[in-house]
């Protein structure tokens, strides 16, 4: 008597993952279908906070990171957008990826379109590459580039504001993102490409020795170190 199709279709989707040296057990909540989440508060422009299942959940955006919230006025502004994106009581999925060690949800989340994404195109957050590896690469960098192009909020200023992860660790010649004159220039001091060279030749990384200065001299002007083009100077010093 042959099968029902249901247990042949499932026998045959078990066998395709052992041909492909997968299991179940593997895939875990991947195999998942994502469930419908309430977007119950805006945290800043990379944090939210969304009930589902009847769980109160933190949730940190996966792939981006945004202003601080101290860093005036781009990180009001962030948070704002994000806000604009996704109204409390809205409803979204998430894509997790992991689980943080402050037990947040690090996931992308699904609203109309990707919301992480939505805020690279806006000009909003960084494309934080340290954790890009779950993401669309190749889309979240175009994303950026596009935004840097248009100058778009924290692309207002030339390079860029000093980036989250800089500020947060109070990186060399952190400055407060907020030091943005009406005319569009940055208050803070900016080193010339010319004075960060020793006797006429190019600064090494080596000579730099930090990593925060390395990506500050970046976003001054000094592109040559990114040898790469992807936007991080200097990655043998993290």
């Not at 309430?38 to 945004?66: F, M, N, P, W, Y």
């Not at 704002?80 to 996704?86: F, P, R, S, V």
């Not at 943005?180 to 001091?189: E, I």
Request: hydrophobic share 40%; with cysteine; net charge positive.
């Amino acid at each position: 008597m042959p099968l029902p199709l249901m247990t042949v279709l499932q026998k045959a989707s078990k066998t395709l993952l052992v041909m492909a040296g997968l299991s179940l057990a593997t895939l875990g909540p991947l195999c998942q279908a994502a469930a419908a989440a309430t977007v119950l508060s805006i945290g800043d422009g990379d944090t939210i906070s969304v009930l589902e299942r009847g769980q109160k959940l933190k949730v940190r955006l996966a792939c981006i990171d945004a202003p601080e919230t101290a860093q005036t006025p781009f990180g009001v502004a962030s948070r704002n957008q994000l806000k604009a994106l996704l109204p409390l009581g809205s409803t979204v999925s998430l894509r997790v990826q992991a689980v943080d060690r402050y037990g947040r949800r690090v996931a992308e989340v699904i609203g109309k379109g990707i919301v992480n994404l939505a805020m690279v195109q806006g000009g909003q957050a960084f494309v934080y590459r340290q954790y890009l590896g779950r993401c669309d690469r190749g889309a979240y960098l175009a994303a950026e580039r596009q935004a840097q192009a248009q100058r778009l909020g924290v692309w207002l200023v030339p390079g860029g504001i000093t980036r989250p992860w800089d500020f947060r660790h109070g990186g060399a010649g952190r400055r407060s993102a907020g030091a943005v004159r009406a005319g569009g220039s940055s208050s803070a001091a900016v080193t010339s490409p010319q004075a960060a060279q020793t006797g006429g030749a190019k600064t090494t990384c080596k000579q730099i020795g930090s990593f925060a200065r390395a990506q500050e001299l970046l976003r001054q002007g000094h592109s040559y170190l990114d040898r790469n083009g992807d936007g991080v100077a200097c990655e043998g010093l993290r």
